[in-house]
């Protein structure tokens, strides 16, 4: 059911990314008190970002208020005061207060406190242990099929093509042409390699029977699907950046045969 009635579902990753973020920021922000600044180190903001994770993964799919309670403990936690500590995020026993008590007293615990309350109030929406993986693996493949938004393809519904052709590759693999390729043009893509592979014996037969090359006319006949020594400095010599098309057409088409 769509409208008012729709409930959103908060990521996983992105809820821990902004708790990290402004952690960060304050971190650096030489207008926050030195002793907050000195306490506040990397190691303890990666703790707490992975304790939140442990949390949200642990209570999945459990009660919100279940949640919430080891969310609000994990500032005390983090400053090494485990008395209300659960078993799946600690396993310390003993509590070292004299470092609650300076992260208490420079302000740094309240401002931690400040910037998991809007992970507290978001505990409904994390619930569910979601995250927007999936989403943006998909959204990757699509902007390599609307080649990163740098032509109009919304004429001639090109763009939804790709978006559902994006949704063939994601559910599919690499591999994911195979099949509409052969029920669209009744042959696998591999039909054309195939006919032109050629056998250590067949090397050999061909080579007999060609003998004299040009006044031999398996000789023209053999050469026409093949690329020759001939030409083939010129192909491995193209710069990637120059279109291929005219040689292409000169290779098939030549204008002296
Ligand atoms: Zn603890």
């Not at 990290?20 to 707490?48: A, C, F, Q, V």
């Amino acid at each position: 059911m769509y409208g008012r009635d729709v409930q959103k579902i908060e990521c996983k990753n992105h809820v821990v990314k902004n708790i990290g973020k402004p952690l960060y920021n304050k971190k650096k922000n030489s207008s926050i008190h030195k002793d907050i600044r000195k306490n506040l180190t990397g190691t303890k903001i990666k703790e707490i970002l992975a304790v939140v994770q442990k949390c949200i993964i642990f209570n999945a799919c459990g009660d919100v208020e279940t949640l919430k309670t080891p969310l609000k403990n994990v500032p005390n936690h983090v400053f090494e005061k485990h008395s209300n500590c659960q078993i799946y995020y600690c396993s310390n026993v003993s509590d070292a207060l004299e470092d609650f008590a300076i992260a208490e007293a420079c302000g740094l615990l309240q401002l931690v406190n400040g910037v998991l309350d809007n992970v507290i109030r978001k505990s409904h929406k994390l619930i569910d242990n979601e995250t927007t993986n999936r989403a943006e693996m998909y959204m990757e493949i699509l902007s390599r099929f609307n080649v990163g938004k740098r032509q109009n393809l919304v004429q001639r519904v090109s763009f939804e093509t790709r978006a559902y052709l994006s949704g063939l590759r994601y559910n599919d693999g690499p591999a994911w042409h195979g099949s509409p390729w052969k029920s669209i043009v009744g042959y696998s893509p591999e039909y054309y390699l195939k006919k032109i592979f050629v056998t250590l014996e067949q090397i050999e037969t061909i080579s007999k029977n060609t003998v004299r090359q040009f006044n031999n006319p398996l000789y023209e006949e053999e050469r026409k699907n093949r690329l020759t020594a001939s030409n083939f400095g010129i192909v491995i010599k193209r710069k990637s950046k120059t279109l291929c098309h005219n040689l292409v057409k000169n290779l098939l088409y030549p204008k002296y045969i």
